[in-house]
């Protein structure tokens, strides 16, 4: 069975310093990873997805993320943080093999990033 | 181009009625996805539409019911709503291949329907 795990409910950041939002995850083949944000009352914003290739992924407003496939983790990182990214964050997983296109998501993780 | 939309943005419903929720996925996207999501539960998988047949269904009880027209709008359907059904309820379409292959696209989400029972 699919699942994902982001072990922190909450990650506080102070505004210029590098953020690091973890995630791993269980597929029994090849995954598709995403990362999503969301903020109050809104849906969900697709930030950037691992399908194949380079490990390391460039998505939306700088943020990347890099897949490990021997740790299964897939770890959402920002160089530099903004109060504005405040937000709650989503890892999502969906096997290869898998034809639709059903999602799994982690518990979510919310970043608070200080002025 | 214009986002998936859902409607209603809120409702309020008593035990025991029914509802019906819409959503438009974006122009040529053929695949549509409902998710639900509470504090409890986090976001969970419904079910999904492509080409008006039904591709996967989530653990939900048979009160939870989904459909998708011939222009990829769906609905879906909650009848004798109990208080744990309120929720934000999510809809997501996806572009596909012509074939219906699931392709590597990502879901592009509405805002959702918060329905409260009371």
């Known amino acids: 069975a699919q699942s994902v795990a982001q072990p922190e409910d909450q990650v506080n950041v102070a505004e210029g310093n590098p953020l690091t939002v973890k995630c791993t995850y269980s597929v029994s083949g090849n995954p598709y990873l995403f990362w999503y944000v969301q903020y109050p009352n809104r849906g969900l914003q697709f930030l950037l997805k691992y399908i194949t290739g380079d490990n390391l992924v460039k998505g939306s407003y700088g943020f990347e993320a890099e897949f490990n496939k021997s740790q299964t983790s897939f770890h959402l990182k920002k160089p530099s943080a903004l109060v504005s990214d405040s937000a709650l964050y989503f890892c999502?997983?969906?096997?290869?093999?898998?034809?639709?296109?059903?999602?799994?998501f982690g518990s979510g993780t919310r970043l608070l990033v200080r002025p | 181009k214009a986002g998936v939309t859902q409607t209603p943005r809120y409702l309020i419903k008593t035990r025991g009625q029914q509802v019906t929720l819409s959503c438009s996925p974006i122009s040529g996207h053929r695949s549509v996805s409902w998710y639900q999501q509470t504090p409890g539960q986090g976001l969970q998988f419904l079910f999904e539409y492509f080409s008006e047949t039904q591709r996967n269904k989530g653990n939900f009880p048979g009160r939870f019911s989904g459909r998708q027209f011939s222009n990829s709008r769906s609905e879906m359907n909650v009848s004798t709503l109990e208080l744990g059904d309120s929720a934000l309820y999510l809809c997501a379409s996806s572009w596909t291949r012509l074939a219906g292959g699931p392709g590597t696209g990502e879901l592009f989400f509405g805002e959702g329907s918060r329905l409260t029972v009371l």
């Open positions: 999502a997983v969906r096997d290869m093999a898998d034809s639709s296109y059903k999602l799994i």
